[in-house]
């Protein structure tokens, strides 16, 4: 008889054995606060050169993080079977050293993702590191090595025992799961008056003048959003600061200064005509309320904020002067939702999505320059939003035909930032004054539409540029996203 275990069993034992760890360690995620393995593909993205992780997001969107996490699973997988066909054989039982180093870094990932110790974590470490034991001990028991049909058997054994206890323990710890997100989208017990826009604007295929925050982009490096619970979130203001504070959820909210507006948020990596914008209602408190309670120091020159998921912005303090940089906390007629950002965020109209620090934790008022997060991965730290117009809308109605789009102008002050746009049907040639809509708050986007008659079924090269407020036409010149944002004139070649 065979004394050793083949490869393809060795492999085959590796993989189980760890993909026992896996499941273990979602099934105990919400004792631990979040999923190992999406922890490990976040220290990727943290970690990963800038040109990587912004072409990621750039090219792959959306997909980018859950393309990464299935990207560690298979990596763990792969080296438990490495590991299972490479370590010493004699006795075939599982190795001490080997059975330390897999409980070190659970504990170590554990540790981590909960953000320190506790009854649920040290739990959690009992289930994650115990169940690959079990399933390594019950694969290799006597009689060693089994023949191939027992082995399978044993592989169906452990699958089938693994996946009952797994849907028992995961209904029982969801019960432990923190409740704090719960309170993200509840409805503002404050009356909100979201503006609605001119309905002469809301003809087929145009976006509504305030985006449905269900429908708003969302951007952000992490790929389990941070959840957190408002009982114990803060937010701290301290820095080069005479009286540092800390605020709570409800002071927050409950704030005297309190503020609606409306502004668009477009994300630095958004190409010319892209989906990357959106505009919403935002309620929120002026960040110079705030910071000016703490009593910043003399030479304090920039303001940092810092977020639960270890994101970090700078915004120069003279821009705390404007009263529409906000700390918000209602987007709609909501609490802000997890995913934008719960319980608080920053605001700052006319500046990239990247400068609006989600799920903040601090604000840090800084004697020297800070090097933010996008900013190490070369984009440009003013992140002021360029001048743009987008093509969205072509409609008809018998001969006449209107074309509509959106404008948002990035300049720094002043609310009526984009003075007009001008429309052109025949790819540039000619132009014509397109109509906007009324601005509906401090860097709001405008609504935008030019209609003219036209035989049916033809076909026109839409394109568009905005004028701003000093004549100055939007650039035709066609930059990249990477580091400024993208400019150039949209063109859309529509049918109607
Ligand atoms: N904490 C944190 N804040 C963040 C981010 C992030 O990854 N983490 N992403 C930024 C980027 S790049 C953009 S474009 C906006 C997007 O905001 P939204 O998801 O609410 O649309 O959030 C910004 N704030
Ligand atoms: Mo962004």
């Known amino acids: ?5 083949t490869r393809f069993e060795r492999a085959a034992t590796g993989i189980v054995v760890a993909a026992t760890w896996i499941a273990a360690s979602f099934v105990v995620s919400p004792l631990v606060g979040g999923f190992a393995v999406v922890t490990v593909a976040e220290a990727v993205i943290v970690r990963s050169p800038g040109w990587l992780s912004s072409s990621a997001i750039g090219l792959l969107g959306f997909a980018a993080q859950p393309a990464l996490v299935a990207g560690v699973v298979a990596a763990v997988l792969a080296a438990a079977a490495i590991a299972e066909i490479v370590r010493p054989r004699a006795p075939d039982v599982l190795t001490p050293a080997y059975a330390v180093a897999v409980a070190v870094a659970t504990a170590w990932l554990f540790l981590a993702t909960g953000g320190g110790l506790s009854i649920g974590v040290a739990v959690a470490f009992v289930v994650a590191v115990g169940a690959p034991y079990l399933a390594a001990q019950y694969l290799t028991r006597p009689p060693a090595p089994p023949n191939r049909r027992r082995f399978l058997r044993r592989i169906g054994g452990v699958v089938a025992a693994g996946a009952v206890s797994a849907a028992g323990l995961r209904a029982l710890f969801s019960r432990f799961e923190s409740e704090g997100g719960d309170r993200a989208g509840e409805p503002l017990s404050r009356s909100i008056s979201p503006p609605s826009g001119d309905p002469a604007f809301d003809f087929e295929g145009m976006p509504a003048a305030v985006t449905p925050p269900r429908n708003h982009y969302t951007i952000d490096i992490s790929v389990d959003d941070p959840d957190i619970d408002p009982e114990s979130w803060s937010l701290g203001i301290d820095g080069a600061v005479e009286e540092p504070y800390e605020l709570g959820y409800e002071e927050l909210r409950g704030h005297d200064d309190s503020v609606e507006q409306t502004t668009t948020l477009i994300c630095i990596s958004n190409p010319v005509g892209g989906d990357l914008i959106g505009t ?8 110079s309320s705030l910071v000016k309670a703490a009593e910043p120091a003399e030479g304090a020159v920039d303001l940092v904020t810092h977020a639960a998921d270890g994101y970090s912005e700078a915004i120069p ?59 190490q991965r070369d984009w440009n730290e003013r992140a002021i939003a360029n001048t743009m117009s987008y093509v969205r809308a072509a409609t008809r109605e018998g001969d006449r035909v209107t074309v509509g789009g959106v404008a948002f102008g990035g300049l720094e002050t002043g609310v009526e930032e984009i003075a007009g746009v001008e429309v052109s049907v025949d790819g540039g040639e000619t132009w014509n004054e397109g109509e906007l809509e009324a601005q509906l708050g401090p860097h709001a986007w405008r609504r935008w539409r030019y209609a003219f008659d036209a035989p049916e079924g033809s076909e026109f090269e839409v394109v568009v540029r905005a004028i701003e407020a000093d004549g100055t036409v939007q650039t035709d010149e066609e930059a990249d996203t990477l580091p400024d944002g993208a400019t150039g004139w949209h063109r859309e070649t529509v049918q109607v």
Not at 1 to 5: D, G, I, V, Y
Not at 280 to 286: D, E, F, L, M, R
Not at 333 to 361: C, D, N
């Open 1 to 5: 008889m065979n004394t050793a275990s």
């Open 280 to 287: 919403a209602h935002w309620t929120g408190v002026p960040l």
């Open 317 to 375: 303090l003279e821009l705390v002067e404007r009263e529409d940089v906000l700390i918000a906390y209602g987007m709609g007629e909501q609490a802000l939702p997890r995913s934008h950002g719960f319980p608080a965020r920053l605001l700052v109209p006319g500046r990239y999505g990247m400068k609006m620090t989600k799920w903040i934790t601090r604000i840090e008022v800084a004697e020297a320059e800070h090097e933010a997060y996008w900013e």
